[in-house]
């Protein structure tokens, strides 16, 4: 209960909300998925890093001169993501298994670490020259996890060991990187941040805001086809509309530049991301969240560019948006920020990782075809894989679980924020709540006040804004907003909040062409899809609905039995085979494929397709017209 | 009129018809494209190739040793599909400039040449060993370039230079070559088979053929994140039933594959080649013939991954499509090759150059949005560019128009069979055949005899698919075959062909999502686009189809005055720029958008889009339904 955000503003920070100092999930739907985390994930996380060659590369590194480095010129930030899900594992429950798990690693991360405080197990093992090639070379990159991991060992256990090899890495850097030089992946922004709010140390972040305010001034050597966008430096981040390039990169940035603006309490460039994450919401963001329309760049693409079968949405991408969504929560106070956070964690993030937690989607694809592309390991129509080669998603998957406790709650002068409903306690300042809630699969959470001191305070509820039915204590909430219940509370007061929890219908804007004549089945906040594992007889390509009359129905074979799937009635266009010729044909007006007899349509939630097997998928679907 | 084809079958091949031995065109849509070729593109092409340092990298190459190698690891290629250009231009016109030009540029490939025969500038220069990295070095793609250049020369000028150099080379390749050592980038498969039907030496084609057999066992090393797919590796040729990986390799295997089936009679291989070709058109052909749907690996998407905004298409993806469907219309007869052949070169090769032969698209995509991401400079959304730093598509546009002519007609032992319309005149044998029309913006064509044998035979006309309401001579003209007219004709006999030519909507099956609700304009082999230079005041995002009253108008400002637009009534979305939020909204059955007033809707080709300044455009449009 007393452990540290994982986002801790400074004192003096620009923001309207702050992270609660305990918030604890205990049961349900996030609960289940943390105990996979922590007793499937996190150990063949270990293994997969060693098997990888990562730690062997730390081993060698400690022993000076050049060898060999194995795996990616980023291996290391594997290692401290994975550490920091350790970490904040336990600071959840402390276990001697994590613990000394904890410490082999974290000490062979300190014996690597050069004598100047330098520490990147590629360039020392190569003998290449440090920042010499920094548009790939992942060196800052690297060092943002590392510190981030240092943070989460402090806050979670107090552990200093990561600390102290961070603060060196980071006091060197402060001394000693070349002016201008920025990593073509940031990270390090947000670890600097962070670093310098654990440890007080006004140069961290003075260059988090020297990394943040030279990018986008093409100061990056550019590498193969690529623009400099792609590595987020064609326009400055002040002055960016919009967010474009890698999308992981992007978010990244995107996370560490709010990180630096509300410490130096820069509005002008709080307000340019504000105006970037809100197009980037209207015009780039996927139904699930999930972020990036590109393979080629692991990018995202233009305004309303938005195939759902060629999406690359990846998992780290998804998980950086929840970081900077909730610096932008934090900062402003504004609840569509949350409400973008919850969509990407249940429908983005979640998907990247099985029911049973050893496999992982890199790539989440809205839509799956029969015949789809299995050339790439990381195509959704093989499923989710038990590694690759580029391991970035499942330890960011890992570390995201172990720290989600820190994301349910904020607090200010007037109160406490609830954001997302888990069962659990939320501790802030002399506030302790317990919240009990069958969420998502129900929309009923009931909060009861277990201590509270004598003054009147606001408990604030987010509505999302899809939750047009929602109620608190029979009143009915706006959707879009809080509903704020101000009172002098006494210990056993109860609010009963009602999200209105019911299968719904969405459509997309007409702009948003590939989704045209489509529309896609949501659940409280849960997107849905049609799984072929569940349409025995005909292709999920072929099927439509063929009317509105959505119902909640019993417990899908071979899913979890608490998952409440969704039937309608649809139809199965006719797809000839044996006519294979040219698709393209002569249009009669209106245009209406032909239709074969009625079938039941199952939709599941999107974040558990995929784990009967891998098989067409679609989250949109076609409306059948009579 | 003597210039051999540019595809020579040898006299024992399994075709079913032949090239004919002069085909020449005089006049209109493709002799304007040409005259740009040949003044403007084929002399900027020269220079472009001689800045990028490809002829540079010859020079040096010539002296020895080792030096600096300039530009990409395939430079030379550029080089020989100039060279190839030059030879087939100056074979349809003698030139001085021209000739001194293919002497200065063909000599320095000869002094490049190793003693042994072998030539690849980069290994050369840069000391690589041989053959050690074909997965990426393209030394056999080059050489196939080099052949095909060759060919070229000797057929179109009788100088045999290139032919030499060429064919020491391939004796050095027939005798060196590792067993099982394949290119990473076919195209050394077509050279050797033509290399062989011109001078009759056995091992070139048994070299071509072991090419083709080796491949698809896994035996190229894998790089990056690709697949064996990506370079076609993962599925031997003989048992794949569809196309996969990098568009234009797929198409230069496959049309090297046909070479080597027909000239060996081996029958299972031309049916699989068959096989494949007929599920690539079903399933991941664009309406306009374009191949590749995805940026990330050039590559084909799974089944109908076709999405216009993200489609690559890439222009010599189209090219390799027209020489493999033109292999495969020789060899089986069946006039769809002709079909796809004449829409991938008005709609996917056309559009790859600009109409002042100045700028070249490498990717043409089907849409392109307000917002379209510019980073990349292969972006559509930015236009044609002066040249690539990977400039393989404009030497290839030029080669192919160049050689254009040669596509006409074929012929057989009944007689003659026109597949291209053009105003020319086709020599097959002792006919003599002269062609005028106004095709493709009228569709009636006037064949006139002018040379004839005595005795009967058959001219046959390919009657596309689409053309329903075409006519010989009054009589109606069954669509998707040919329509034969056989007796015994008489100098000045004249046949009239009429296509019909008039503008059609076109729609797409079901499982073309990406186009659902939408319809796309054409008329007669054309594809047509709105491109938001002749729509101010609203933009091309927001345009639908009102009405299917298409009508042929006058012409449009800024394009050339035979370019036939069409017109139909439309209507706008309302896109509100200020509601900017999360673009999924509850959907309301049956969901239709907001419509502003109408909109004249302005159709042109698509071949001609953007030459009037880049910005929106599209060749699918939402049908308005009221």
Same mark, same amino acid.
């Given at each position: 209960?007393?452990?540290?955000?994982?986002?801790?503003?400074? !004192?003096?920070?620009?923001?309207?909300?702050?992270?609660? !100092?305990?918030?604890?999930?205990?049961?349900?739907?996030?609960?289940?998925?943390?105990?996979?985390?922590?007793?499937?994930?996190?150990?063949?996380?270990?293994?997969?890093?060693?098997?990888?060659?990562?730690?062997?590369? #730390?081993?060698?590194?400690?022993?000076?001169?050049?060898?060999?480095?194995?795996?990616?010129?980023?291996?290391?930030?594997?290692?401290?993501?994975?550490?920091?899900?350790?970490?904040?594992?336990?600071?959840?429950?402390? &276990?001697? %298994?994590?613990?000394?798990?904890?410490?082999?690693?974290?000490?062979?991360?300190?014996?690597?670490?050069?004598?100047? %405080?330098?520490?990147? /197990?590629?360039?020392?093992?190569?003998?290449?020259?440090?920042?010499?090639?920094? @548009?790939?070379?992942?060196? *800052?990159?690297?060092?943002?996890?590392?510190?981030?991991?240092?943070?989460?060992?402090?806050?979670?256990?107090?552990?200093?060991?990561?600390?102290?090899? @961070?603060?060196?890495?980071?006091?060197?850097?402060?001394?000693?990187?070349?002016?201008?030089?920025?990593?073509?992946?940031?990270?390090?922004?947000?670890?600097?941040?962070? #670093?310098?709010?654990? !440890?007080?140390?006004?140069?961290?972040?003075?260059?988090?805001?020297?990394?943040?305010?030279?990018?986008?001034?093409?100061?990056?050597?550019?590498?193969?086809?690529?623009?400099?966008?792609?590595?987020? &430096?064609?326009?400055?981040?002040?002055? @960016?509309?919009?967010?474009?390039?890698?999308?992981?990169?992007?978010?990244?940035?995107?996370?560490?530049?709010?990180?630096?603006?509300?410490?130096?309490?820069?509005?002008?460039?709080?307000?340019?991301?504000?105006?970037?994450?809100?197009?980037?919401?209207?015009?780039?963001?996927?139904?699930?969240?999930?972020?990036?329309?590109?393979?080629?760049?692991?990018?995202?693409?233009?305004?309303?560019? *938005?195939?759902?079968?060629?999406?690359?949405?990846?998992?780290?991408?998804?998980?950086?948006?929840?970081?900077?969504?909730?610096?932008?929560?934090?900062? /402003?106070?504004? +609840?569509?920020?949350?409400?973008?956070?919850?969509?990407?964690?249940?429908?983005?993030?979640?998907?990247?990782?099985?029911?049973?937690?050893?496999?992982?989607?890199?790539?989440?694809?809205?839509?799956?075809?029969?015949?789809?592309?299995? &050339?790439?390991?990381?195509?959704?129509?093989?499923?989710?894989?038990?590694?690759?080669?580029?391991?970035?998603?499942?330890?960011?998957?890992?570390? #995201?679980?172990?720290? #989600?406790?820190?994301?349910?709650?904020?607090?200010?002068?007037?109160?406490?924020?609830?954001?997302?409903?888990?069962?659990? /306690?939320?501790?802030?300042?002399?506030?302790?709540?317990?919240?009990?809630?069958?969420?998502? $699969?129900?929309?009923?959470?009931?909060?009861?006040?277990?201590?509270?001191?004598?003054? +009147?305070?606001?408990?604030?509820?987010?509505?999302?804004?899809?939750? &047009?039915?929602?109620?608190?204590?029979?009143?009915?909430?706006?959707?879009?907003?809080?509903?704020?219940?101000?009172? !002098? $509370?006494?210990?056993?007061?109860?609010?009963?909040?009602?999200?209105?929890?019911?299968?719904?219908?969405?459509?997309?804007?007409?702009?948003?062409?590939?989704?045209?004549?489509?529309?896609?089945?949501?659940?409280?906040?849960?997107?849905?899809?049609?799984?072929?594992?569940?349409?025995?007889?005909?292709?999920?390509?072929?099927?439509?609905?063929?009317?509105?009359?959505?119902?909640?129905?019993?417990?899908?074979?071979?899913?979890?039995?608490?998952?409440?799937?969704?039937?309608?009635?649809?139809?199965?266009?006719?797809?000839?085979?044996?006519?294979? %010729?040219?698709?393209?044909?002569?249009?009669?007006?209106?245009?209406?494929?032909?239709?074969?007899?009625?079938?039941?349509?199952?939709?599941?939630?999107?974040?558990? $397709? @995929?784990?009967?097997?891998?098989?067409?998928?679609?989250?949109?679907?076609?409306?059948?017209?009579?």
């Amino acid at each position: 209960m007393s452990v540290d955000p994982v986002v801790r503003p400074g !004192t003096g920070a620009a923001v309207t909300l702050r992270p609660v !100092t305990g918030a604890r999930i205990h049961d349900g739907f996030w609960a289940a998925r943390q105990r996979v985390n922590r007793e499937v994930t996190i150990p063949l996380g270990g293994e997969r890093v060693r098997d990888s060659g990562a730690f062997g590369n #730390l081993r060698r590194a400690a022993r000076g001169g050049s060898a060999e480095h194995r795996g990616k010129i980023f291996a290391d930030s594997d290692v401290y993501k994975w550490l920091e899900a350790l970490a904040w594992e336990r600071g959840r429950r402390e &276990d001697d %298994g994590l613990a000394r798990s904890y410490a082999q690693a974290s000490e062979l991360v300190a014996a690597a670490q050069c004598a100047d %405080g330098y520490l990147h /197990t590629h360039t020392q093992l190569t003998g290449r020259r440090r920042y010499s090639d920094l @548009a790939s070379s992942h060196e *800052l990159y690297c060092a943002g996890h590392l510190m981030q991991a240092a943070v989460a060992g402090r806050r979670a256990t107090g552990d200093e060991t990561l600390l102290r090899v @961070a603060a060196r890495f980071a006091d060197h850097l402060a001394k000693d990187l070349p002016a201008d030089a920025i990593d073509g992946h940031p990270e390090v922004e947000m670890g600097l941040a962070e #670093l310098h709010r654990e !440890t007080g140390v006004a140069a961290y972040l003075d260059l988090a805001a020297r990394q943040v305010a030279a990018r986008g001034r093409a100061l990056i050597q550019l590498k193969g086809h690529h623009g400099p966008g792609y590595r987020q &430096d064609r326009v400055p981040v002040a002055e @960016a509309t919009t967010v474009e390039g890698h999308a992981v990169r992007a978010m990244y940035l995107a996370a560490g530049a709010a990180d630096v603006a509300v410490e130096t309490s820069d509005l002008d460039l709080l307000a340019a991301l504000g105006r970037q994450w809100r197009d980037m919401v209207a015009t780039k963001t996927y139904l699930t969240g999930g972020l990036g329309s590109n393979w080629y760049g692991e990018a995202f693409g233009g305004h309303h560019e *938005l195939a759902p079968d060629t999406a690359y949405c990846e998992t780290c991408a998804a998980i950086g948006s929840v970081q900077w969504s909730w610096r932008m929560l934090l900062a /402003t106070g504004d +609840p569509a920020y949350a409400d973008l956070v919850e969509r990407t964690l249940c429908n983005a993030v979640l998907p990247g990782v099985s029911l049973d937690g050893e496999h992982f989607f890199y790539v989440n694809a809205l839509r799956v075809r029969a015949g789809a592309d299995p &050339d790439d390991l990381r195509s959704p129509a093989r499923g989710r894989q038990g590694w690759y080669g580029t391991a970035c998603c499942p330890p960011n998957v890992m570390r #995201l679980l172990s720290s #989600l406790d820190h994301y349910l709650a904020t607090c200010d002068a007037d109160g406490v924020q609830l954001h997302l409903y888990a069962p659990g /306690t939320v501790r802030a300042g002399g506030v302790l709540l317990e919240v009990e809630t069958g969420y998502p $699969w129900t929309g009923r959470v009931e909060v009861v006040v277990k201590e509270t001191p004598g003054h +009147p305070w606001t408990l604030a509820f987010r509505i999302p804004a899809w939750a &047009d039915a929602a109620g608190v204590d029979g009143r009915p909430a706006e959707p879009g907003g809080y509903h704020r219940v101000r009172r !002098t $509370w006494r210990p056993g007061d109860r609010v009963e909040l009602d999200l209105g929890v019911r299968p719904r219908l969405t459509a997309a804007v007409p702009r948003l062409d590939v989704a045209r004549g489509q529309v896609a089945v949501e659940r409280g906040p849960l997107v849905y899809c049609l799984e072929q594992a569940d349409h025995p007889g005909v292709i999920v390509d072929d099927l439509c609905l063929a009317a509105a009359d959505l119902r909640d129905a019993g417990p899908v074979a071979g899913l979890p039995a608490d998952v409440v799937p969704v039937t309608a009635r649809g139809r199965a266009h006719v797809h000839r085979e044996d006519d294979g %010729g040219f698709p393209y044909r002569a249009a009669v007006a209106p245009h209406e494929p032909e239709h074969g007899g009625p079938v039941d349509l199952t939709f599941v939630p999107y974040h558990v $397709w @995929a784990n009967r097997g891998a098989g067409p998928m679609t989250v949109w679907t076609p409306m059948h017209r009579p």
